[in-house]
DNA sequence: GCGCTGATTTGAAGACTGTCAAGGTAGAAG
DNA sequence: CTTCTACCTTGACAGTCTTCAAATCAGCGC
């Protein structure tokens, strides 16, 4: 895993209620906020989907550069942003490094999202 | 309705596949990762909040001014990105404007971040 | 018409973000 | 130990974003 000072991924702050539902508190928009701001760039959105979609649920570094007309350091510079987010996890096995999707993350997003049902 | 030039809310690419099941197209990625983008902001996902969580799944601006330490013109701001990337709309109604969310850009969003079948 | 209230637009300042070139680390192989 | 590959970090620059004050627009009532 690489160095990485701090980057702990933030707590799930009240896990499972809708958006749509009642108001978000401060602290609870604070850290949705943060994992919405992390796919707002169709690279970092591309990197997770390719990270998602890839056989076996994990992707290598060496795979994601190929596709993208970026420098190696951009793209490092993303997953780090998606890393931060609490959205994917990386694990060095031997040379490369592997990156996978942390599937909770993904789930609060999406529940968070889930319109009510008094709205449809 | 604000006069505001442009901004029709963007076409819904491939609306209803998971982001996790196949990787996303350069096109795809442009068109969420703009909705990703405007929900990256803890002020607009709380107004985004109220509004849908309000009664009658409106709200008028100056109901959503307050409890926030912001300006006008800032809050103003903010519903013109939620609206420019077609998660609200707006309507005035004599001298109020109210919003309300537009569920079936939600939808999309919560679709695309769910998790495949296969990870769970 | 004139003024008042609600909401947006404009213009500008400061902070933040995406990108790359250059340099640095970690492991593998000679 | 030296070198090579894979990946990350640092430093810098251009572009974008958030915010506010000032000005503007839209409707209502006098």
Redesign the pocket.
């Known amino acids: 895993m ?4 701090a980057a702990e991924p933030p707590e799930l702050a009240g896990c499972c209620s809708a958006l749509t539902a009642e108001p978000l508190t401060t602290d609870e928009a604070e850290v949705l906020s943060q994992r919405f ?1 992390a796919l ?2 169709p ?2 959105l591309r990197l997770l989907s390719l990270i998602a979609s890839h056989e076996g649920g994990e992707a ?4 994601l ?1 190929t596709g993208f ?13 998606l890393r931060e987010a609490g959205l994917i996890d ?1 694990q ?1 096995r ?6 996978r999707v942390l599937p909770e993350a993904l789930r609060t997003l999406s529940q968070a999202l889930r319109p009510a049902a008094a709205m449809i």
Chains 1, 2 share one sequence.
């Open positions: 690489p160095k990485q000072a701001k707002g760039d690279v970092r290598c570094v060496c795979e550069t007309d970026l420098s190696g350091p951009t793209i490092s510079h993303h997953l780090r942003v990386g060095r031997g040379t490369w490094i592997y990156y």
